[in-house]
């Protein structure tokens, strides 16, 4: 790994946590001046399992050099910072034309959630997943429970004083086929609690009784997973908040999933809008195409605004709510629009051009942003969020 040079050698974490702009500036040379970022920037794989394999060893070599610890805590193996950093580490990634590792799509959903309601997990188990040596899947969705979480039936019964055990089944796990442990929200109340009788607890992927079955995508990657759940015994301090606190914790979740998660994305999303200039202007594009360009650029900018306000709430510490519903809406439409626009754009290449692992990953791509507008809440279910708590709309009349 490179070390630090001339005037960066001589600079402590301490000054990367007060002065952000420090931090942009040396990590911008630190990328720059990369002997291996040419091999970053240009690995392409044809499975989930092999991305994710890659992404884990450019995390260690981050992690060793500090790069990406900071805006996580000391107490979980960071730097110190915050949300503003973890901006400007996007940031500069897509800048360099580097791509975002992959397990930091699940880390900035989950991470957020150990960091408050259970610390002490974090402690343990952040810096393994900030080097590349751990990640987590989010096991939320079930088949009869999408984004109506409030209906799931997975159930986790007390064990004597120290224990629960764990029945039932959840679906679309994200990164579920490669995870070392998994984020379940589990039903601890009667059905009829509803929102009130959830738990939130980690369980290891490996633990007895627990099937991880990948899920084939439309691209063949394997990048969700189905998990069956049969007397799974998991110890008391695997919590994530306390008993019945399952629903606060998917709340704090969701704000980050929606903000922070969004203008990492988003990041992505003009990394990939700027490959997609250079080839119109290499191989010429016409005018249809780069006025559909502009129009998506606007929305791409106008997505990354709002979720770049939502990310400086968070950094205040402010808790986000109803609102990050609209960076919900913004990002997933940008995310979709700029995957149809390569399509449009490259599109003989795409769906007739020969296999190499770059052009299987743009079609992966694709495919995969097919559900930019339904993970994490579908479309339908932001709006209707929007309608009752941000514009107090009247409720929708329903047929007898």
Do not use: C
Not at 29 to 55: P, V
Not at 276 to 281: A, G, I, N, T
Not at 287 to 308: C, G, I, L, N, P
């Amino acid at each position: 790994m490179s070390a630090p040079t001339g005037d960066s050698a001589l600079r402590t974490s301490r000054d990367y946590v007060s002065q952000v702009a420090l931090y942009r500036q040396d990590f911008r040379h630190y990328l720059r001046n990369l002997d291996w970022a040419d091999d970053w920037r240009s690995a392409a794989f044809t499975t989930a399992e092999d991305g994710l394999a890659h992404d884990a060893g450019v995390l260690a070599r981050l992690y060793e050099a500090g790069w990406n610890r900071y805006g996580w805590p000391e107490s979980a193996g960071g730097l110190g910072g915050d949300e503003i950093h973890r901006a400007v580490y996007y940031e500069e990634l897509g800048y360099a034309m580097l791509p975002v590792p992959a397990q930091h799509w699940t880390l900035e959903t989950l991470g957020p959630a150990l960091l408050k309601f259970a610390p002490d997990l974090a402690a343990k188990h952040v810096p393994g997943y900030l080097s590349g040596a751990e990640w987590w899947g989010q096991s939320f969705s079930e088949p009869e429970s999408g984004s109506d979480l409030a209906t799931l039936r997975t159930r986790a019964v007390e064990d004597g004083d120290n224990a629960f055990i764990v029945n039932g089944q959840k679906i679309w796990t994200s990164q579920g086929p490669t995870a070392t442990r998994l984020l379940a929200l589990v039903r601890t109340g009667a059905p009829e609690t509803r929102h009130r009788g959830l738990t939130m607890m980690m369980v290891d992927a490996d633990a007895p009784g627990v099937t991880i079955r990948p899920i084939a995508l439309a691209s063949g990657r394997r990048e969700l997973a189905e998990v069956f759940f049969d007397d799974v015994r998991v110890p008391r301090e695997r919590l994530i908040g306390d008993v019945g606190e399952g629903w606060a914790v998917a709340m704090h979740l969701m704000q980050y999933e929606r903000g922070m998660y969004g203008y990492a994305v988003l990041t992505k999303v003009f990394t990939e809008l700027s490959r997609l200039r250079e080839e119109m202007v290499i191989h010429g594009a016409t005018s249809e195409q780069r006025e559909k360009f502009a129009r998506v650029y606007v929305d791409v900018v106008s997505a990354q605004a709002r979720t770049a306000t939502t990310v400086r709430r968070l950094a205040r510490g402010e808790s986000v709510g109803a609102d990050s519903s609209i960076d919900k809406l913004l990002f997933g439409r940008a995310e979709k629009e700029v995957n149809d626009l390569i399509l449009d754009i490259q599109r003989d290449q795409i769906i007739a051009g020969k296999g190499s692992a770059k052009l299987d990953t743009l079609r992966a791509e694709w495919w995969y942003s097919r559900a930019a507008t339904i993970m994490g809440g579908t479309a339908e279910v932001q709006r209707g969020i929007i309608a009752d708590h941000l514009l107090g709309l009247p409720k929708e009349r329903r047929g007898q």
